[in-house]
Nanobody, 120 residues
Framework: QVQLVESGGGLVQPGGSLRLSCTAS????????MGWYRQAPGKVRELVAA???????NYAAFVKGRFTIRRDNSKNTVYLEMSNLQPEDTANYLC??????????????WGQGTQVIVSV
């Protein structure tokens, strides 16, 4: 099983930006879809963005054009570039392998994630 490790989170002011990284322990070239998810305290986990090997993407409505998901198969890494962050974006961000970019199912276990805190 390919292990996924999230990094890049931190404390940022409203309007700020962060780039999150999801790095795999092995090749992701054969993994069709990769996704970023988030879970805020006391709330359910939700999809943020997903991307497949064809470059097709799927974003949650709350993204509103502020985030971009990218993948670099040569680095076995999937990125989530976030701008204009708002307090409601505060959450633990996790990555996983959805069956498809619009699927409700994931293929791997959930890791620890990386914490994003948006606050003055």
């Amino acid at each position: 099983q390919v292990q996924l490790v999230e990094s890049g989170g931190g404390l940022v002011q409203p309007g700020g930006s962060l780039r999150l990284s999801c790095t795999a322990s092995g090749s992701i070239r054969r993994i069709n879809a990769m996704g970023w998810y988030r879970q805020a305290p006391g709330k359910v986990r939700e999809l943020v963005a997903a991307i497949d090997n064809g470059g097709n993407t799927n974003y949650a409505a709350f993204v509103k054009g502020r985030f971009t998901i990218r993948r670099d198969n040569s680095k076995n890494t999937v990125y989530l570039e976030m701008s204009n962050l708002q307090p409601e974006d505060t959450a633990n961000y996790l990555c996983n392998r959805p069956w498809a970019i619009d699927s409700d199912y994931v293929s791997g276990p959930w890791g620890q994630g990386t914490q994003v805190i948006v606050s003055v």
